[in-house]
């Protein structure tokens, strides 16, 4: 199978399997996760140097997650790598379920971090990166962000340090789907423009669709290629992407939807021709 639609399948089947777990739930953050899952199904397919079977192995690369609410996209890719049973997907948020609402190291294994806290993920990512590199370790660090979590003060501190240190073992890429749950952030606090801010702080910035495959590919190999300072990868992305009456209305940055809507939801995800 060419391995673009191969990806994409892996994709669209993360969608589906966000839809499920978020509806079965009836809690949680559907919005986010299907926006992100063609960035996730390339990670996990084609640039994360990862071993499901060893999850704990010494020179994997690292991927922080610091958007924590949109877990459900990094629990359904782990579970289509092989990290655990595709049936454990739909015990997500319950209670003793290893796969909480947002992650968390004592439950699974796999994660980095725990976080939930939102506007810490770049920080922690950064000290990892510095870690590696006392360690003499060639491990890459990705950090996951969020556009409307760039409104805290904690993520321009991390970019700062970041520079400082030339830490060109980290890579952020960031779901820039212009929605956080009060809104859209040109209302809430107006980021703009975030290319041009990170490349003043001394950022490697690269702007990428975040739902075109080759794209993706593309800006993770030239961001890995990239010596001297840190990269940030600017992905425009659709919140609730796939799913028609979700995508890019704020409603479902957090909302499950009914059993009903998510029947709906998984109608039109198995229409997708790929």
């Avoid at 199904?41 to 991927?63: F, T």
């Amino acid at each position: 199978m060419n391995e673009i639609v191969e990806i994409k399948k892996f994709a669209n089947e993360i969608r589906k399997n966000v839809i499920k777990m978020v509806t079965a739930a009836k809690s949680g953050h559907p919005g986010g996760p299907l926006g992100l899952a063609d960035i996730y199904a390339v990670l996990y397919k084609k640039i994360l140097n990862h071993k499901p079977s060893d999850p704990d192995w010494e020179d994997r690369d690292r991927l922080i997650l610091s958007n924590g609410h949109v877990c459900a996209v990094r629990y359904a890719a782990m579970a289509q790598s092989g990290y655990f049973p595709i049936e454990d997907l739909m015990t997500f948020r319950k209670i003793d379920s290893k796969l909480q609402g947002h992650p968390s190291t004592r439950y699974l294994k796999g994660l980095e971090s725990s976080s939930g806290s939102l506007g810490q993920g770049l920080s922690v990512s950064v000290g990892i990166a510095l870690g590696a590199r006392l360690n003499r370790k060639n491990f890459k660090v990705y950090a996951c962000i969020s556009d409307g979590e760039c409104g805290e003060g904690m993520t321009w501190e991390a970019a700062q340090s970041a520079v400082h240190y030339k830490t060109d073992n980290l890579i952020a890429f960031m779901d820039k789907n212009g929605i956080q749950i009060d809104g859209y952030t040109k209302d809430v606090m107006n980021l703009e423009p975030l290319d041009q801010k990170f490349k003043a702080f001394g950022w490697n910035v690269i702007d990428a669709d975040g739902h075109d495959v080759s794209a993706i590919i593309s800006a993770f190999e030239k961001a890995k290629a990239h010596v001297g300072s840190p990269t940030i990868i600017l992905f425009t992305t659709v919140l609730g992407k796939g799913v028609s009456f979700m995508e890019n209305n704020p409603g479902w940055h957090g909302t499950p939807p009914s059993e009903e809507q998510g029947k709906q939801a998984l109608q039109e995800l198995d229409a997708v021709s790929i």
